[in-house]
């Protein structure tokens, strides 16, 4: 008789509080969902981030000339901080929904306050230190050594804040993984 019972209960979705019995538990399912939209949204992220820092970067300025690969370089970080942005939103959305869907325990808070670190730091190297090397930039060749000096200095923070993004982003996938579901 008692493995019939586990066969039936095997069977039948589980209830979860509030609701009735036999209705699916929309909340274990979404979930599941919400966490891996975070991870699925930073995976991206960071995938974009190493495509363009390793492979198109670099290919651009071997095979085009300096100033040619800074014109190509520079067209392309307003869309890859964009992309930065929309991808962080969508992590953002997936960290709260699942703490919301779960209720906040443990873990919950680190995988939030990375998205959120990556978030702002991303916000920030394309509201405030990109335009300000854009236009170090475009001073060119007829630059002062103090504005070639403040390009470089520009060009080491963006450095800094992307790597940054990317080891905030590798910490919350290792999070995602040894966390409990």
């Known amino acids: ?3 019939a019972e586990l066969a ?3 069977e039948a979705p589980s209830s979860a509080a509030g609701e009735a019995p036999g209705e699916f ?3 274990a399912w979404a979930r599941g969902d919400m966490r891996s939209l975070a991870s699925v949204a930073v995976s991206l992220w960071l995938g974009a981030m190493a495509f363009f820092a390793f492979v198109v970067a670099p290919a ?7 100033e ?5 370089v520079a067209a392309i970080f307003a869309r890859y901080y964009l992309a930065g942005i929309v991808l962080g939103f969508l992590a953002l959305a997936g960290c709260v ?4 869907l779960r209720g906040w325990r443990g873990l919950d808070w680190l995988p939030l306050a990375l998205v959120v670190l990556m978030l702002a730091l991303t916000l920030y190297a394309w509201a405030v230190v990109l335009p300000a090397a854009h236009a170090a930039r475009e001073a060119g060749a007829g630059a002062t050594p103090a504005e070639a000096g403040r390009f470089a200095r520009l060009h080491r923070l963006s450095g800094v804040l992307n790597g940054t993004v990317m080891i905030a982003g590798v910490a919350l996938l ?8």
């Open 68 to 72: 040619a690969a800074g014109r190509l």
């Open 174 to 181: 290792v999070v995602e993984v040894i966390r409990k579901p």
């Open 1 to 3: 008789m008692r493995a």
């Open 25 to 27: 538990p929309l909340d």
């Open 97 to 100: 929904g699942s703490g919301m």
């Open 60 to 66: 651009a300025f071997a095979t085009l000339e300096r």
């Open 8 to 10: 039936n209960e095997a």
